[in-house]
């Protein structure tokens, strides 16, 4: 079992800053890529950006691309979402996933463990 705990989300304006973490715990985190997700009001929850296990690879939904950025420590069990020049359009409940497959997983259904999520609103 890996448990997965989000923080940073918050209300912030538009073309602010803001940095997600998500803090893992259970297993051998440096096992499992890592995602994020996010779910906005009256949509499916969506990909936004991955990383490999090892750090040197990541991916990123095109929406997001250039304005975040993923990331990982692995020394300290936690990946990082930091998200610049937001938008309104960015406003939504953000998840952090683990899986053992990889290097780059997108699809959610190959997530194993899931976060409780952090709401992020970005006002115009």
């Known amino acids: 079992q890996v448990q997965l705990v989000e923080s940073g989300g918050g209300l912030v304006q538009a073309g602010d800053s803001l940095r997600l973490s998500c803090a893992a715990s259970?297993?051998?985190?440096?096992?499992?890529?890592m995602g994020w997700f996010r779910q906005a009001p009256g949509k499916e929850r969506e990909f936004v950006a991955t990383?490999?296990?090892?750090?040197?690879?990541?991916y990123y939904e095109n929406s997001v691309k250039g304005r975040f950025t993923i990331s990982r420590e692995n020394a300290k069990n936690t990946v990082y979402l930091q998200m610049n020049s937001l938008k309104p359009e960015d406003t939504a409940v953000y998840y952090c996933?683990?899986?053992?497959?990889?290097?780059?997983?997108?699809?959610?259904?190959?997530?194993?463990?899931w976060g409780q999520g952090t709401q992020v609103t970005v006002s115009s």
């Open positions: 996933a683990a899986t053992l497959t990889g290097p780059i997983v997108v699809r959610q259904a190959n997530y194993n463990y």
């Open positions: 990383i490999s296990q090892s750090g040197a690879s990541t």
């Open positions: 259970g297993r051998t985190f440096s096992n499992y890529a």
